[in-house]
């Protein structure tokens, strides 16, 4: 159990430009979710995986924002045109998905910094 | 929109005492998880403590242990014989009909020697 890594820890961008992040989730883990964590705040929910499948997307999750788990291996969340309000921690998390609302393992996140 | 609140934006406890974090929330479910979260100074988010909402018994979790109070909506973490390595940022959070967590803003507990 090599718990779920995140690629990259820190990412500093201009505003407009695009930015990709990965996630490694554990490797049995069925269940995969994207948050956004931001100052002072705790993580705010953005999408879910099962499998390859993303089944639920919440509003925050704009047109600029597109996220992928192709092979319902890792998964790569992507924002386009990014903008300063972006700025947060993005934090990825894994299930086994065998059942409803079990323990999550959290990676350290990516922070991402748009100036 | 289903909401948690944390009305404890800070705490202290001395080592070896006890303290109780403070969580409410609001929720339409009839059957819904709660969680308490632990975030220590830049690693990784763990759980502490999960609560079936349907299950009366207060979860437990060595030191850790909660005060579910459902009529109240109440869910508040008690930390015995704090220790030094539980100083961290604590989340109330609560599921809702998917997947999705709702967190609170956090407490931030610090642990004195």
Same mark, same amino acid.
């Given at each position: 159990?090599? +718990?779920?890594?995140?690629?990259?820890?820190?990412? #500093?961008?201009?505003?407009?430009?695009?930015? *990709?992040?990965?996630?490694?989730? #554990?490797?049995?883990?069925?269940? $995969?979710?994207?948050?956004?964590?931001? $100052?002072?705040?705790?993580?705010?929910?953005?999408?879910?995986? =099962?499998?390859?499948?993303?089944?639920? !997307? &919440?509003?925050?999750?704009?047109?600029?924002? &597109?996220?992928?788990?192709? !092979? +319902?291996?890792? &998964?790569?969340?992507?924002?386009?045109?990014?903008?300063?309000?972006?700025?947060?921690?993005?934090?990825?998390?894994?299930?086994?998905? *065998?059942?409803?609302?079990?323990?999550?393992?959290?990676?350290?996140? *990516? =922070? $991402? &910094?748009? $100036? | 929109? %289903?909401?948690?609140? /944390?009305? /404890?934006?800070?705490?202290?406890?001395?080592? @070896?005492?006890?303290?109780?974090?403070?969580?409410?929330?609001?929720?339409?479910?009839?059957?819904?998880?709660?969680?308490?979260?632990?975030?220590?100074?830049?690693? %990784?988010?763990?759980?502490?403590?999960?609560?079936?909402?349907?299950?009366?018994?207060? @979860?437990?979790?060595?030191?850790?242990?909660?005060?579910? /109070?459902?009529? @109240?909506?109440?869910?508040?973490?008690?930390?015995?014989?704090?220790?030094?390595?539980?100083?961290?940022?604590?989340?109330?959070?609560?599921?809702?009909?998917?997947?999705?967590?709702?967190?609170?803003?956090?407490?931030?507990?610090?642990?004195?020697?």
């Amino acid at each position: 159990d090599t +718990g779920v890594s995140q690629d990259p820890r820190h990412k #500093i961008t201009k505003r407009g430009q695009n930015v *990709t992040f990965r996630c490694d989730p #554990i490797s049995e883990h069925n269940r $995969l979710y994207w948050y956004r964590q931001t $100052l002072g705040q705790g993580p705010e929910f953005l999408t879910y995986f =099962q499998n390859e499948a993303q089944l639920e !997307k &919440s509003r925050l999750l704009s047109d600029r924002f &597109s996220a992928e788990r192709p !092979k +319902g291996s890792f &998964s790569t969340l992507e924002i386009q045109r990014t903008e300063q309000g972006d700025s947060a921690m993005y934090l990825c998390a894994s299930d086994l998905g *065998t059942g409803r609302n079990e323990k999550l393992f959290f990676g350290s996140g *990516t =922070q $991402l &910094s748009v $100036l | 929109a %289903q909401t948690v609140t /944390q009305s /404890q934006p800070e705490m202290s406890v001395q080592e @070896a005492e006890t303290v109780t974090l403070s969580c409410t929330y609001d929720t339409s479910e009839s059957n819904y998880y709660l969680f308490w979260y632990k975030q220590p100074p830049s690693r %990784q988010m763990i759980l502490v403590i999960r609560q079936e909402a349907y299950k009366q018994q207060n @979860a437990t979790e060595n030191r850790f242990s909660v005060n579910f /109070q459902k009529a @109240a909506k109440s869910f508040s973490l008690k930390i015995s014989d704090s220790q030094l390595g539980d100083t961290a940022m604590y989340f109330c959070a609560s599921s809702n009909s998917g997947y999705a967590l709702n967190f609170g803003k956090g407490t931030s507990l610090l642990v004195t020697p």
